[in-house]
């Protein structure tokens, strides 16, 4: 089994930036990729970014230019660094992991093998 735990949501104002962390511990060593998914009240979890254990990364359209994924993988960890933040980005982020499948096949989609809890990213304009 793998927990994975989010931290870095908060409060920002339109513009500003955050840097959310996801820890995995368990069998990490089969988790092949990783992602962030996003879900505002009222809406369905949407994927966000998602990146490989070669590095290989995707992004929705509505984050390019202004999110980036990134993994360090002697920590363990995925980052994500969310610059010019909208309030339109105002959810819960939810950090994902799968021991097979590449972005290819898991992008956007919601069978994930293993999900953090989420943290709250708020963005007032």
């Known amino acids: 089994q793998v927990q994975l735990v989010e931290s870095g949501g908060g409060l920002v104002q339109a513009g500003g930036s955050l840097r959310l962390s996801c820890a995995a511990s368990g069998s990490i060593f089969r988790i092949r990729t990783m992602g962030w998914y996003r879900q505002a009240p009222g809406k369905e979890r949407e994927g966000v970014s998602c990146i490989s254990s070669s590095g290989i990364t995707r992004n929705s359209e509505s984050v390019k230019g202004r999110f980036t994924i990134s993994r360090d993988n002697a920590k363990n960890t995925v980052y994500l660094q969310m610059n010019n933040l909208k309030p339109e980005d105002t959810a819960v982020y939810y950090c994902?992991?799968?021991?097979?499948?590449?972005?290819?096949?898991?992008?956007?989609?919601?069978?994930?093998?293993?999900w953090g809890r989420g943290t709250q990213v708020t963005v007032s304009s």
């Open positions: 994902a992991a799968d021991d097979y499948r590449a972005c290819s096949a898991l992008f956007g989609t919601l069978p994930w093998d293993y």
